[in-house]
């Protein structure tokens, strides 16, 4: 299969992956901007919307960069630079959380939530850049699974930590009325 018989088929996939994380990201903002001072006051908070923005906009970016007509190596360069700006950007958050008051030595209930709100979506920024890598080498059948795998789970894990967003912020909110 050839990259661009391989865009065509990608798509109308590419269009709706990028419309609903470029949707979810102004929902996110606006939910975040009714709670700002939980967001702001709690590290935790900070992080997981840093993560969740994070995956929107690694989608956001994949599908916008993929739908341009260009050839093969550009497109392969630009997914590679998607996963290491991503990379940049949850670094500081991911350093906080390791090195935070408990660092990782928590429950085992607790590392497995850390590891489904912050692991799965590191790897699927690896993905995003190990794609790139299948494309430079033109390996497009494989690019195009673990393209189309890597969005679609980076897109869940953001609906999965956008809920837990807007529990927690609930729940501190909540804790904070109830303290006045």
């Known amino acids: 299969m050839t990259f661009e018989a391989a865009s065509r088929d990608l798509h109308d996939f590419l269009i709706l992956a990028g419309t609903s994380a470029a949707t979810l990201v102004g929902l996110l903002f606006v939910g975040l901007s009714l709670h700002l001072r939980v967001v702001i006051a709690v590290a935790e908070v900070r992080s997981l919307a840093r993560f969740t923005l994070a995956n929107f906009g690694a989608v956001l970016f994949a599908a916008m960069f993929m739908v341009i007509n260009q050839d093969r190596v550009s497109a392969a360069f630009q997914l590679i630079g998607i996963a290491l700006v991503t990379m940049v950007i949850v670094a500081p958050s ?53 393209l189309e795998a890597t969005l679609a789970t980076l897109l869940l894990v953001a609906l999965r930590n956008t809920w837990d967003l807007l529990v927690t912020v609930g729940e501190i909110t909540l804790e904070d009325d109830e303290s006045k």
Do not use: C, N, W
Request: hydrophobic content about 55%; glycine content about 12%; overall charge positive.
């Open 94 to 146: 991911l350093f906080s959380m390791i090195r935070g008051p408990q660092g990782l030595a928590t429950s085992r209930s607790e590392r497995m939530r850390i590891i489904l709100r912050f692991g799965v979506s590191i790897a699927g920024y690896v993905a995003v850049g190990a794609a790139g890598i299948l494309l430079l080498v033109q390996q497009v059948l494989p690019f195009m699974i673990l």
